[in-house]
């Protein structure tokens, strides 16, 4: 790149990156110089207090309860997200019936993809609203009621869902750290893959398409089934834009916090009992809700440690899905 | 298409964050400089002498700032009260702000050395007065208290509050906030319906189960609470606490004495719920609801009993149907040697306003309130808000609605008014009863586990040297 030409992007990106700057760079800086401090977010009189805050972090048993839960949502929601996108993302481009018109996708495949990229546009104010209601705990809840109406069940004890804090295996305890997965977490987690599905499904029909047709062509004269198309040729010519899906649904799986705060119990939610709290949910409650005068300190060491966690996934998911030979066509 | 791997620019993306970050961390220590400039900011505003009728010294044609929360209470009587304040300070012009989110507008402010000269700290998410307090950046308010009261200067302000405004308000031993409404809480049921089946309302707990059970064979749940909402059961729960073990039960509680979760008297209040959930009185799935469909199940006649504060009918008046009338009841005996007598009602001072010592005139906004107290404005407030105000006989002759009418004559025949402390002092052990209350009640849990529970928040609370202790007494 020649030297005039770098001047004029930098040029166009002058304005951007003083925004970036101001808006982004410098509350991140900020966020971590308070975590060292005593900051109350109210005075501006604090002092250097080292990384005491960090250290109590580490012990604090909620924050390592909400950071195991984290850990399930990064276990469960991009693997179930990205294989349920891929493979409708196959049967609307590649998955109909093979004949002369050669490869294409399940009849009626433009209105599934619209119903699939629906949830997509509802804000997740609409989404809590509308899953509130599927998930009510009484006979006004959709799920309960037609299960009431089935007979499976009875009126007067009503599963609970959204307030339900009994893991669905039973907890494993390592030292301080509790790996478990509350109902009310799995519920959260099944939003998140209705609301993702549709996203990452649209991605890789683009990517799909962007194949060209003879290869799949060329798969099905030689014999190949639509299970053998999808993992020998689909799948390889499709790493990275898996890999990409990978570290976005990884990053929200760290983050998780609208669907928590909009749709669990509790003040400003995580409830019932903790059973839903997460890193940023539980920072959020440290930062406003402070119990004592240096909890907005505490919530800034919470917030560069959720930053940090991100990094490092971003950095490992990278790293682990580069393709080592690209692939031309 | 072509893949190919990252273009190679020096300006990719993972270069500019790392610069970035770099001149983040070289940014940070410029802060506190920035900070100490914040903090110069003085005193001022005090310009006038102290006299009987200008007790605080308010000056002349002193601009005065105060926000408002804008939520149940409306607009109007702030509006009034502004009104009021420019009728007798001529030429003070009020500005007058209105926020739905006192802690995220006003926060900045505190911080910035610019707060208003009057906050109605009240709504969902308040400023929190501990940290603030501590930075010494409220107004002690003892000078108002002692100050002549509007109407008659021979009166001292105090002197026109009724009991426990100024414990409510007080942090360290000093008053810093003023709670301006006074809420009466209790159980609330339909008049209408207990008559049409010709119930009574109970007043021991073998009348409230012989109910219950009455009212399960109809398909009714003699009981619900507002289940996502933590906070209500918390409060059922230390209601009962003190109906069964009396003041000195509360006191351990609220000073954080050792074992103070153990007491017999936690045990059977804790025991009450656990019976409620495990004989299926309590509405079904009612943990998992919100509070308007869970009042909303007392007023179809769904439910019996809900346990909220006197502000019910005007926060339901929407749904509320034509035959229901709503009333409230004291807690009913728990046990046969409960330590205080039936009809004790809890009442507690809320909406607090404070003053803070940064701001520009903060004489003035110690006369606002001040005028606030006094007869007329406290008589507005009643008409415009259909609530009490904390001032004595404010309301007086005033037919507001037959729901407050109700609450008014059961706080009026009461034998004690209660109230406590430590879930405004001690958020970790306010939690800790939110969660261990909720889950009694859901029925997934034992008043030992219950007591297990809040006892070892308690103790962590009383250990955690950052959290600063109060006493009551």
New interface residues.
Partial sequence: ?SFGR?RF??GFLFAPIVL??VYV??P???T??YSVTDF??????YAYVGFGNYVELFSDEVFLRALGHNVVVLTVYPVVTILLALFFAFMLNVGGRGDKAGVRGVRGSSVYKFIFFFPQVLSIAIVAVIWRRV????D??MI?SLLMKLGLVE????L???????SVFPPIHIGDFTFEAPVVLVCLILIAIWGGVGFYLILFSAAMQ?IPKDIFEAATLDGATRVQTFFRVTLPLLR?HVSVAWVYLGIAALDFYALVVGM????GGG????ASQVMSSYMMSNA?????????AFACAMGVSIAILTLLFAAAQLRLTRSRD???? | ?????DSP???NRRTVLRR??A???????A?SAL??C??EDGEGGTTAEKTTANPFGVGDKQPLEVAFFNGGFGEDYAKFDVAAYEAKWPGSKVELKFSKTI?TDY?PR??G?NPPDVLNNSSP?T??V???V????LVDLTALLDAPSYDDPAVKVRDTLVAGVVEEGTFNGKMYTLNYAYSIYGHWYDEALFAKEGWTVPKTWDEFATLAEAAKKKGIAAYTFQ?????YIHNVITEWIYKVGGKEAILKIDNLEPDAWKQDAVKVAAERIAEMASK?WI???????DHT?TQQAVLDGKALFIWCGSWLEGEMAKTLPASVKLAVAPPWDLSASDKTKYGTVHAAPGEGFIVPTKAKNPAGGQEFLRMMLGKEQARKFAELTKSLPVVKGAADGLTISSALSSASKVAAAAPEVINWRYAGW???LQ?AV???A??LA?G?SSAAAFQAAVQKAADEVAK?D???KQKAS
């Fill in positions: 790149m770098a992007i930098t970036y700057a760079l410098y991140y800086g900020q971590a110089y109350s977010g109210f005075s501006p009189d998930f009510q705990s009484n006004g809840g309960n009126k007067d004890k009503p609970l869902f959204l307030a339900e804090s009994d962007s990275e669990t119990p509790g003040p409830g019932p009992n903790d406003f809700r402070p119990a004592r005068f240096d909890s907005f690209k692939i031309e066509f | 298409m072509t893949v190919t791997p620019s020096e300006l970035a970050a001149v983040g961390l070289l940014a940070a220590p802060i900070a100490a914040a903090s802690l926060q505190f911080y050395g998410e400023i929190p501990g940290p603030v501590q930075g010494g950046q289940g996502i909402h933590p906070w299926g509405q079904a799935g009612a943990s998992g609801l469909t001690y958020v970790p939690n939110f969660a261990a909720t889950d859901a997934k955690d950052k959290i600063v």
